[in-house]
Structure formats: C-alpha cells, structure tokens
C-alpha cells in the first residue's frame, strides 16, 4: 500500500495551494482519508477528512471555511483545496486512509491505518 502525497510547496500569506493525495495498493474507494499536519516541535495534528462516499467531510476550526477536502471523480485521488493561507498553516502535510472497520473518530491519527511520506507547506508573511 501506497500513499503518496504531492503538491506543497513555499507561498506568501494569503495564497493558495492544491495537495493531493494518490493511493495505490488499497481498495481507495472503500477508505476514508485524511489529512494531518506536523510544524517543528508539535505534535501531528488533524486538519481534514473525508468518508469513503465523499458524504461527510470533517474540519479542524483552524482550517474550516479555508480549506476544503474532495475526492477525484475518477481516479485514487484525494485534494486538499487551501486558501487564505496563513504562516500558522506551515507544516508537513501527511495523508492517511482509514478502514472503514475503525472505530476511531475521524480526527484521531489511531484511526488510520496507512500513511503518505508527506508533503512540506511553508507559508511566509
């Protein structure tokens, strides 16, 4: 199984980024994914999620109304749409899928089974 993260990358407050996250070696469409952020000295936190139809998506408050979650119409994709970004946003972005059998929520990283290698946001002011 693999995750592979793609699409950071250095932009000034304000400005925009796409992530995207491929998946190989997994039934994709079955999988919740998730997206999780670490910056220097912290501790990996939970930033969005999505459920394996793409129904329900779930947000960090530092993060709702800015960022937004979909999944590809056709391939093993899923993308982290990010606006308005913020210097606080800078972090290595990671995504993990989730089995449909785990019992925890969504914004907890036990949930998920498989992760990408991550993929580095800087956000300068």
């Known amino acids: 199984v693999q995750l592979q993260a793609s699409g950071g990358g250095l932009v000034q407050a304000g400005g925009s980024l796409r992530l995207s996250c491929a998946a190989s070696g997994l039934t994709f469409s079955v999988y919740a994914i998730g997206w999780f952020r670490q910056a220097p000295g912290k501790e990996r936190e939970f930033v969005a999620a999505?459920?394996?139809?793409?129904?329900?998506?779930y947000y960090a408050d530092s993060v709702k109304g800015r960022l937004t979650i979909a999944r590809g119409n056709a391939k093993s994709t899923v993308y982290l749409q990010m606006n308005s970004l913020k210097p606080d946003d800078t972090a290595v972005y990671y995504c993990?899928?989730?089995?449909?059998?785990?019992?925890?929520?969504?914004?907890?990283?036990?949930?998920?089974?498989?992760w990408g290698q991550g993929t580095q946001v800087t956000v300068s002011s």
């Open positions: 999505i459920s394996w139809g793409g129904g329900n998506t």
């Open positions: 993990a899928a989730r089995p449909p059998y785990s019992g925890s929520s969504y914004y907890a990283p036990t949930g998920y089974d498989y």
